[in-house]
Each structure stands twice: as structure tokens, then as C-alpha cells.
């Protein structure tokens, strides 16, 4: 009787565990959505690809199918060793930070196989320490959407909210990958919970900016919602101007330091000329409107191409996301007709957030894909989580994790991301519709 009438007694029985038993169910909970994930892996496509790979680890040697990136042996340099980041042709020195976590946990496995006499072979090591690696972010993720939407930790949410994240679209490519990609959502979500206090935080967005370039994106869009007033914060714009500045010239020290001590060869400061030059991000603008002789990389590099380039680029990542976006509209719809005043300054922090990244990754140029959805499809999420936290139902919440992992687990190829739907995707649609209209309607019953 006390679960039928309380429609929150799955958050309650979350709140009232003891904290380690807690703990080992968000340890069980992910180790089966990772599980999940792995015996359905995605059919790359481009430069990664699930290839059988041998394994040797804690002592047991077996051959699996596992996802190879074609630049992971820049990663697990990295991984393997930190202080070699800095040589000339070493590609990802922009983010040390992101490379400096990765060897800390290959270093913690490594020491510990050293310390019981386990056998383990690098690349296995490298691989697993990864795979534990994307789980953290992941939980990152999720904290910091809770701390976004609530300022608080939910016991409940933070699992739906993990759930969501790891069976999102961006999640099913890079989970058992070396890639920081996943890192960009991570900076996201900081965004508006930045945003959300009104607090410039310079600080944590260069520490965030050593991590991934991204993180100057919600960085910018405080400054510049500053200078707006530039009279009156003009003191807190130099000061986190030069708190943003901090981390990335205390790694420039460290690389200086590396090549006085260790030599020239390991402090070298190795510009990635291919993004910059042959890829043109930000600089085909330029190019466009004052280099006569400038031929643009793709046809989206030049003004007259461009609006009409992404906006259909932006319908392609629409159709893509056709299922997502349909579980999402619903629950806003829920969400309008529970509430008679749907403005809420977290809502239009989501939306301004999205908005301005995709103005500005559109200008970056080159990753034409990745610029709608790091911006729409990380707004998506965000709007996902926002809805089901508003809308309070333990049914609804599970109802939307499940519906979202069963599409996305089924789907093994990028054209299959549509909304093509099997029997079991409309069959969620329609019990999540059900449920949402008999919510509504007991609740208009009740104020009636």
C-alpha cells in the first residue's frame, strides 16, 4: 500500500541506505551498464574499429573483440609517461591535465600488479586504466548535473543521471576509448551550474581548459556577459582573467623545468599545425574575407557556403537524434502541462549555453559534426535530465533510462540512428505516454 501511494519510495529507499551499501549498488548498477555496453559495441567507423586484441591481465591471457583508436598510442604515451608529453611531434600537448589523470590510474594498476607479482602486459593495462578512466567522467558527469539542477547531491538522480549520460549517443562511440571527447559534456554541465550561481569561476575553467580547449567556451560566455557591465566588474574580469591564465602557464613552467632538467628533447613546445592551418579552424574567416588566393578545406569554409552548409549539417544531426529528441519532447510536454508557468532560470541557462556553443563551434570549421553536438546534443542531455528531475517520478525516471539504453544498445551503425523504430522503442513510447497522460490527469483531478 505505502508504494502504490507513494510514487517516490524508490527515492526513498535510496535515501535511507546506509552509505556503503549505497555504494555498492552504484558499483553493481554501472558494472552492468558498462557490461551492457560491451556486449553490444558499436560498428565504427573512420579510424576506429572493433578488432580482436589480446589481453594479458592479472595473470590471465585471453583474446576478446575490443574497440582500437587509430591515435591511442598518443594517449597511452601519456598515459605511460607524462613527462614525455612535451617532445617535438607529440600531439596532444594542449591537454595535459586529461593526460596526467590517465597515468595516474595506468600508474595505481601498474604499481599494484608490481606489488601482488601479477603479469600484465601495457597495452592491457593502458586499455583497462582507460575503460576506468571514461566510468569516472562519467560519474563526474553526473555529479556535476546534479549540483546543476539542485546544488546538491540526489542519491536517486545521480544514478538516472549516469544511466542517461552512458547510454547517450556520444557515450556508445567513445566508453571503451582513450579519447578526452567525453570530457567536453563534463564542461558543459560546469557551465551552467557556473552560469546557474553567478560566479566566475576563471580558476576552474583554466584548470578545465588544460583538460580540453573546450573549456574556454563557458568561460567566454561569462566574461563577455561581464564586460556587458564592464564598469562595474571590470576587478572581477582582470582577476579571473589571470586565475583562467594560471593553470596553463603552470604547465608551461613544468615544460620549461622538464627541458632544463631532462633535456631540450623533452621540453619542446610542439604546435599541432594540421588543426590551425590545414584543418583552418576559426582562420578560414579570415582567409575567406582577405587571402585572394585562399581554398578553403571543405566547402563549409567560405561565408557564401556557410549558413546553408550547417544548417544542413544541423538537420542531419537532427535526424540522427530523432529518438532522443522524441523522448525529450516528451517529457517537456509533461513537464508544460504540470506546470503553468514553464519559465525556470535553469531552463534558460540550458538553452543559452547550447545556443552560444553553437554558434561558436560552428566557427571552429573543421569537426562539422562535432560542433552540433557538442552543443544541441549536450543541451539534449541536459534537457533530458532537467525534464525527469522536474517531473519527480521514480516510474518515469526508469522508464526513460530504460527506453534510452534499449535504443541505443540496439543500434550498431551510424545510420541506424534514426527513427526507424523496432516494436520495442514504440512500445516504450507509448507506455511513457500512458504514464505521463495518467499523471497528468490525476493531477488535474486533484486541483479540480
Known sequence: MFIKNNKLFIQEFFKNLKLRTYIFTVIFVEIVAVYLSYKNLFN????????????????NFFTIEYPEMCDEQFYFHGF???????????????????????????????????????????????????????VLIVNSIATVICYSLKNRFERFYFLIFFLIVIFSFEQRLYLFLPSNSTTYLFIFAFSIYS??????????????????AYGIIGFLYQTLGAVLEVRKNYKIIIKNLILFSIPYLSFELIRILLGIFQ?????????????????QQFVWIIKTIFDKSYEPFQSCHTLSNFFSCYIEITKSYISISGFYILICSLLFLFYSFKRNNIKDKTLIIIFSITFFNYIFLSFQGFYAYRFVYYSIGFGLILLTCFFVYKINSDLISILTVISLASYTLSRYKLEEFSLNLNTLDILFLIVISIFLIFDVLKMKKINY
Open 263 to 279: 633535456g631540450k628533447e623533452y621540453g619542446i613546445r610542439y604546435i599541432h599545425a594540421a588543426e590551425a592551418v590545414e584543418y
Open 80 to 134: 605511460q609517461w607524462i613527462n614525455h608529453i612535451y617532445e617535438n611531434g607529440y600531439v596532444y600537448q594542449d591537454r595535459p591535465l586529461y593526460l596526467g589523470f590517465g597515468f595516474l590510474i595506468y600508474r595505481l594498476f601498474f604499481i599494484t600488479t608490481l606489488l601482488f607479482g601479477f603479469q600484465a602486459d601495457p597495452i592491457s593495462l593502458l586499455l583497462f586504466s582507460t575503460l576506468i578512466f571514461q
Open 195 to 212: 552560469i546557474k550561481n553567478k560566479k566566475l569561476n576563471g580558476l576552474v575553467y583554466g584548470i578545465l581548459f588544460t583538460i580540453s
Open 44 to 59: 565504427y567507423e573512420g579510424c576506429t574499429n572493433v578488432v580482436p586484441r589480446n589481453f594479458i591481465l592479472f595473470n
